[in-house]
């Protein structure tokens, strides 16, 4: 199986459902890490063009940590929108993928660019599947199934499945710290240390589902994209 994760910033897969994907590749199968913004937009005292340099490599360096393939989109943070050009580019990556299953951002997440980024892999996911639609990569013919990741706090958020993490944790925090920008950016802008954050929140869904430490998601139960196994580890 092929787990695709699409993410809005540099540290979203991270902090949302790297446990599971640590999981999968634990598992034999590949994982791929896609995120749509560069982060430019994650500091007070890093300038833009020196701070996506930097992000784009702690991105690289956690999906290393797994062995995950990881596709940058480059979009600024802030101005990523759903339109032709954007949705050819997200088709495009998801033909390179080739996935079984996409796990993204729910549409009622807290960040526009989440938002944004989660109608973009719907809508693209199926745009994918178009021969008369070119881009570099041939149609893939599977409309994929999609899973949607929790949201910051797990604000608003109920799962409908559970993945348990409490074997594959240490990792995800590993994969997280390589984020280094963003433990003094976001104790500044926020007041959040994102580790203790992450972990309250991988505490609290493993609580709802009696292990240690959980991940939550809900599927986007549409057809045809609804299957009879379960899809995720
Ligand atoms: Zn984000």
Redesign the pocket.
């Known amino acids: 199986m092929r787990y695709m994760a699409v ?3 540099p ?2 897969i991270e902090m949302f459902c790297a446990g599971t994907l640590v999981r999968a590749v634990q598992a034999g199968h590949d994982a791929i890490m896609c995120v749509a913004c560069d982060g430019s937009g994650g500091h007070t005292a890093i300038g833009p063009v020196e701070l996506t340099r930097i992000r784009g490599q702690e991105a690289q360096s956690a999906a290393s940590i797994i062995g995950a393939e990881f596709i940058p989109l480059g979009y600024p943070d802030m101005f990523i929108f759903d339109d032709r050009e954007t949705r050819l580019i997200f088709a495009d990556a998801i033909r390179r993928a080739r996935p079984d299953v996409i796990i993204t951002h729910w549409p009622h997440d807290y ?1 526009a ?2 938002r944004i980024v989660s109608q973009l892999v719907f809508a693209a996911s199926f745009l994918a599947t178009l021969p008369n639609i070119k881009t570099d990569h041939p149609a893939y013919p599977l409309v994929t199934p999609i899973y949607y990741m929790d949201t910051p706090a797990s604000k608003g958020f109920v799962p409908t499945e559970y993945v348990d993490i409490t074997e594959t944790y240490e990792t995800k925090q590993r994969m997280l710290s390589c984020h280094e920008s963003q433990v003094t950016w976001l104790k500044e802008h926020d007041n959040v240390d994102i580790l203790e954050f992450m972990e309250t929140m991988a505490r609290s869904r493993g609580t709802q589902c009696g292990v240690r430490y959980a991940e939550g998601f809900r599927f986007a139960d549409v057809w045809p994209r609804t299957v009879t196994r379960r899809l995720l580890p």
Do not use: E
């Open positions: 993410g809005a910033h540290d979203d960040h660019d989440h």
